[in-house]
């Protein structure tokens, strides 16, 4: 009998051939926003991982929306005409189903490379980031502006036409980011919102911002593909945000149309309580997905696939997301469907002999 995470999975009009993600992962290796040819051979060998979704990295509404100068955007017909390339060559090669991240950096960006020197902001060529206080993310960071009313229209507008653009891409998924320490997660936590408007304050209020940008890419993305958005859980930090307030933006999501909500945590500064360990997120995306009744997908160091199997088959959770594991293992779902000798369609017909199918 085969296992619940190697069934599919319909949403709306979109059919998932498992439950199995590929996350988001960002390169850091756009040109003018735009994916070089590193992005055509990374997301190639990702697609053919036997996963039922691929999820193209966190890609910003707008430059000043940029984490470094490297980022994937789109926000206009260049950037269109050449991330519709990238999704096309995909698609030609696998059959897998593709989404697309959607963000804003906020005071998390104008920084440099990761590789370069990590969690460091610009020296040279930087720019004024936006925040909805002007609350430095670290003690040697610089001060974000303050967004005014203006700038928040501004920044919906942005998100408006992206979401506008992500439809021509004939992709069949998107997703809102707003966590890891990005704009909307900015406006969503106390720690980093300190607003005395409409936008700040108490909880409704935090996650107004949030539910107007929902709201725009609700009204211009298709009702028959797939509509998402990655929230925190929690911060891990005293008087942060915590499952009662992600609860509640889960609910809200629900309302205005969302699909599913994909359950992270932590992102917003570097020092926090939270201890590393393996499945960190599940416990928050169990009890989310209980209280408001809606797909949820996880991840979180959550390698082990005995366990992923589990909380699938406990109906925990709706979808698995890895990032790591697809680098370190690329086959590990090939090597799995291996043992169960299940008549499945997942593993190329070239490479049958392989896992004795």
């Known amino acids: 009998m085969t296992e619940k995470i ?24 756009s040109k003018d926003g735009n994916p070089i040819n590193w992005h055509y051979k990374h997301l190639e060998n990702l697609a053919n991982s036997g996963a039922g979704l691929l999820m193209i990295e966190a890609t910003a509404v707008e430059k000043k929306g940029k984490i470094t100068h490297s980022d994937m955007c789109l926000e206009n017909s260049n950037n269109l005409k050449n991330l519709k390339k990238l999704v096309s060559h995909v698609q030609k090669n696998s059959d897998i189903k593709i989404g ?22 610009l020296k040279k060529k930087s720019w004024k980031t936006l925040s909805p206080s002007p609350i430095k993310r670290e003690y040697d960071w610089p001060t974000p502006k303050e967004m005014n009313l203006i700038d928040i229209k501004t920044v919906k507008r942005k998100f408006s036409i992206t979401s506008k653009l992500a439809k021509k891409l004939n992709i069949d998924c998107l997703e809102l980011h707003m966590a890891h320490g990005y704009l909307l997660h900015q406006f969503f936590s106390p720690i980093s919102n300190k607003r005395n408007d409409k936008y700040g304050g108490n909880l409704k209020n935090r996650c107004r911002f949030l539910i107007e940008v929902a709201e725009v890419v609700r009204k211009n993305w298709p009702k028959n593909k797939v509509l998402g958005a990655r929230i925190t859980g929690v911060d891990w930090i005293k008087k942060g945000i915590n499952l009662k307030h992600s609860i509640y933006l889960t609910k809200q999501l629900k309302k205005i149309g969302f699909d599913y909500v994909c359950v992270s945590s932590g992102g917003l500064i ?54 790591r594991k697809y680098i370190y293992e690329p086959n590990f779902i090939l090597k799995e469907l291996s043992k169960l000798n299940p008549k499945n369609k997942i593993v190329p017909n070239q490479y049958r002999r392989c896992y004795k199918i």
């Not at 697309?100 to 902001?121: A, C, D, V």
């Not at 926090?272 to 160091?301: E, H, Q, W």
């Open 100 to 121: 697309l991240q959607i963000s804003h950096s906020g005071r998390k960006g104008s920084t440099e490379l990761p590789w370069i020197k990590p969690n460091s902001t």
């Open 6 to 29: 190697f069934s599919k999975l319909k949403i709306n009009e979109v059919t998932f051939k498992n439950k199995f993600v590929v996350s988001p992962m960002c390169q850091y290796s």
């Open 270 to 323: 570097s020092k926090t309580d939270f201890k590393p360990k393996p499945n960190f997120n599940y416990a928050l995306a169990k009890k989310i997905k209980k209280s408001c009744k809606i797909k949820v997908r996880v991840g979180g160091m959550l390698d082990d696939i005995n366990f992923a199997k589990k909380i699938i088959n406990n109906n925990d959770v709706d979808l698995i997301s890895n990032a």
